[in-house]
Every structure is written in structure tokens, then in C-alpha cells.
């Protein structure tokens, strides 16, 4: 299968910082590639959906200043939690899809616990 | 009512059993239909893809969609210690983007 790879895996952070994570298709280009939270025990929500090129989709809920999403080639997307707060604290997983007509198989990265102090 | 649902578990059964792990949803426009593994704290792996109803074998798994009854399944022979995970279903629309996720079944398969 398709390789989706994240970077860090594991963060700590204190209050007020902003974080960086990175999610990278390695064997592939993604023209799309989306960015999930999953909290202890419950499944995953999407946030919102990264385009290559243009400014990403925001999911009913998720703050687009908070949770900055940058897509800046066909392999890389970055999610910026900014001013992190505790209740930010979460799995945050992203995915990308190899077929680029939108049916294709989504695979995801390892991915990144983010915790804030 | 949630869009899709999946009895969390945990389900544990001994090594060598059959599992069987089921997710109904309501959206009829659902046309792909996932199974995803979970280790603890690792991305979610694809185990099997399905386009509309039928089944679909691979290995040790098979996948089940009944779309008149909004209902798939998959099923695990010969389970195994190492199969031992949450399995999520995933389902998506004709536009095939973004998936609706089932909240996962805990499995516990035991020596």
C-alpha cells in the first residue's frame, strides 16, 4: 500500500505555543489530503480537508484560525495548532488519497499525540 | 441518531474463533464502505475496500455489504493474538472525499 508519513509522532507543548505537524505521502502525489482528531476511545472526526494549492475546507466546528492548514506541494501538509490549550490535546491523524478521481483508497499516517501542558 | 454505528466492544474471543464485527448506518448514499485497523496510538491501517454491496475476500477477511438493510460486516477466521486492535468502519458517498466514521470495535483476541 500507499506510504503516508507524519512527523513528530509525539509532542508536548506548553500553553499558549504553537505546534507544527507535518503529513507526507512518500510514494505518491495527493492533490487532497485531510486532517482528523481522535480523542480517547472515540472515533475519528475529520477537521477539515487540505487542497494543494488553495486554502482547505474547514469541517462545521473547527476553528480555520486555531487549526492552520497549509498544502503547499503534492506531498507535503501542514496542520499548525496555534495557541495551544490543553483541550487540544488529542490524536491528530492525517490521510491522503492516491487516486486522484476521489474513489480511491485513503490511507493514513502513524499519527502525532499532541499534548499540551 | 449517529450516521454510523458500531458497538464499541470490547469483544474478546479466543484464538482460533471466528470474529465478526458489524456497523449499520442510515445514509443511503454511501457507496464505499471500509475496514480499517487500530493499533493502540498508531493511524488507522486499511484492511478492506468495497465498492456498493457484495462481498470481498482477502486472506483471513471478508467483507460484507447488505446496502437494502444498511448493514456490513466483516469477518475475521482464524483469529489471532495479533489481530488483536479496534477495527473501524468508513463509509463514504459517490464523491468518495470524506469518510464517516463508525466509533470502533475493541477486539481482544486471546491465547
Known amino acids: 500500500g500507499a506510504v503516508v508519513s507524519q512527523h513528530p509522532s509525539w509532542v508536548i507543548c506548553k500553553s499558549g505555543t504553537s505546534v507544527k505537524i507535518e503529513c507526507r505521502s512518500l510514494?505518491?502525489?495527493?492533490?487532497?489530503m485531510f486532517w482528523y482528531r481522535q480523542f480517547p476511545k472515540q472515533s475519528l472526526m475529520l477537521m477539515a480537508t487540505?487542497?494543494?494549492?488553495?486554502?482547505?475546507?474547514?469541517e462545521q466546528g473547527v476553528e480555520k484560525d486555531k487549526f492552520l492548514i497549509n498544502h503547499a506541494s503534492l506531498t507535503l501538509s501542514t496542520l499548525t495548532v496555534t495557541s495551544a490549550h490543553p483541550e487540544d490535546s488529542s490524536f491528530y491523524i492525517c490521510s491522503a488519497r492516491k487516486d486522484a478521481s476521489g474513489s480511491g483508497e485513503l490511507f493514513f499516517g502513524e499519527g502525532s499525540r499532541l499534548t499540551v501542558l | 441518531q449517529k450516521e454510523v454505528e458500531q458497538d464499541p466492544g470490547p469483544l474478546s474471543v479466543p484464538e482460533g474463533a471466528i470474529v465478526s464485527l458489524n456497523c449499520t448506518y442510515s445514509?443511503?448514499?454511501?457507496?464505499?464502505f471500509m475496514w480499517y485497523r487500530q493499533y493502540s496510538r498508531k493511524g488507522p491501517e486499511l484492511l478492506m475496500y468495497?465498492?456498493?454491496?457484495g462481498n470481498k475476500e482477502d486472506g483471513r477477511f471478508t467483507a460484507q455489504v447488505d446496502k437494502s438493510s444498511k448493514y456490513i460486516s466483516l469477518f475475521i477466521r482464524d483469529s489471532q493474538p495479533s489481530d488483536s486492535a479496534t477495527y473501524l468502519c468508513a463509509m463514504a458517498t459517490g464523491g468518495g472525499n470524506k469518510l464517516t466514521f463508525g466509533t470502533g470495535t475493541q477486539l481482544k483476541v486471546e491465547l
Open positions: 487540505s487542497n494543494e494549492g488553495s486554502k482547505a475546507t474547514y
Open positions: 445514509n443511503s448514499a454511501f457507496q464505499y
Open positions: 468495497t465498492y456498493s454491496s
Open positions: 510514494d505518491f502525489q495527493a492533490t487532497t
